[in-house]
């Protein structure tokens, strides 16, 4: 916390969860905050909400780098959270994935550097991991550009999983459905997720500022849940039983999600901070060398997924979701 007590942070897509939750989070540190994003009405409400006098509103897009050149100045730290990230969207605009996802982090990158931002912290998904859809790979390619930026300003990525009731997650939708009384749309029953309440993602991300070096990944290890056992959790709080429809799983979409692949854990180091479970994986400069795994030579490890995570129990589901203030 001492290190980014008094400091200057731009926060790109800061209108978003992850930065209202860290802005919130640093509310005793006299952090001056720059919120850039392109949704003029997100600012509009996020102003007249919090009402904060130490947050400057930018409307811009990081698509646009002389925008983000002109703000970056006299920034100590950038948390790049600007991304499209909907699943669908990507695989029928793959085009507009890389021009925000790859190109926009490439300027975010370039800007940071030439107004001297001691570090970025950028924010990627578990869909980085062996992806399978157009969001995910420009999410992966987002990683390579900062693991790969050789300038003065330190590059680090912070991967997770999903977010309880991020923008677009399954969770806050299963809830309106139930209170329009609709029912309940279903890929698969059995198709699994990360389970990650956001106040851990922030906390992470501190860690990342204070500790994380040039090409460092850290990566959280939260619990995982069946899209059955949470329809099952929301039925125990709800004490009612819904209708549900099954639709199929959609193009670019995965049984179980991957945080970790073995060539990844293969390196990590792993830490239990503050109650947070995560894996730091330094830069990688040269050859991994064979596999040592729990003092076995040559044992590959296994990736680390939703499948094969703890998985959670239904009330164990609900109290997760009741810790994120979504019920």
């Not at 950038?78 to 909907?86: Q, T």
């Not at 179980?256 to 073995?262: N, R």
Request: charge should be negative; charged fraction near 25%.
């Amino acid at each position: 916390m001492e290190q980014i007590k008094g400091k200057k942070i731009l926060i790109t897509g800061g209108t978003g969860s992850f930065g209202n939750a860290f802005i919130d989070f640093s509310k005793d540190c006299d952090i001056k905050f720059i919120v850039f994003s392109r949704d003029e009405k997100k600012q509009h409400d996020m102003f007249v909400e919090r009402n904060d006098s130490n947050i400057e509103y930018v409307v811009g897009d990081i698509r646009d780098k002389s925008k983000i050149l002109d703000y970056c100045q006299d920034v100590d730290y950038v948390l790049h959270a600007a991304a499209l990230k909907h699943v669908p969207t990507g695989e029928n605009f793959p085009e507009e994935v890389i021009n925000t996802n790859v190109l926009g982090t490439k300027n975010v990158i370039e800007a940071a550097e030439k107004c001297g931002v001691e570090k970025i912290v950028n924010l990627s998904t578990d869909k980085a991991v062996y992806p399978v859809n157009a969001y995910g790979m420009s999410k992966a390619l987002a990683e390579k550009l900062m693991s790969a930026h050789r300038g003065d300003t330190v590059c680090v990525n912070l991967r997770y999983g999903n977010v309880i009731g991020s923008r677009g997650s399954v969770i806050p939708l299963f809830i309106n459905k139930i209170k329009e009384g609709l029912p309940l749309t279903i890929t698969n029953a059995n198709m699994t997720r990360f389970l990650l309440p956001l106040s851990h993602a922030v906390a992470l991300s501190k860690k990342c500022i204070e500790v994380g070096e040039r090409g460092d990944l850290f990566v959280m290890r939260p619990p995982a849940a069946t899209i059955s056992t949470v329809i099952e959790a929301l039925e125990l709080h709800f004490e009612d039983s819904f209708e549900k429809q099954i639709i199929g799983i959609r193009p670019g979409e995965k049984m179980d999600e991957a945080l970790l692949t073995p060539e990844e854990i293969h390196r990590a180091f792993r830490f239990t901070d503050d109650g947070i479970d995560y894996m730091k994986i330094p830069h990688l400069d040269a050859n991994i060398g064979d596999f040592f795994y729990h003092g076995e030579e040559s044992k590959v490890p296994d990736a680390f997924t939703s499948g094969n995570t703890t998985q959670l129990n239904a009330e164990e589901t609900l109290n997760l979701i009741k810790e994120a203030g979504i019920l």
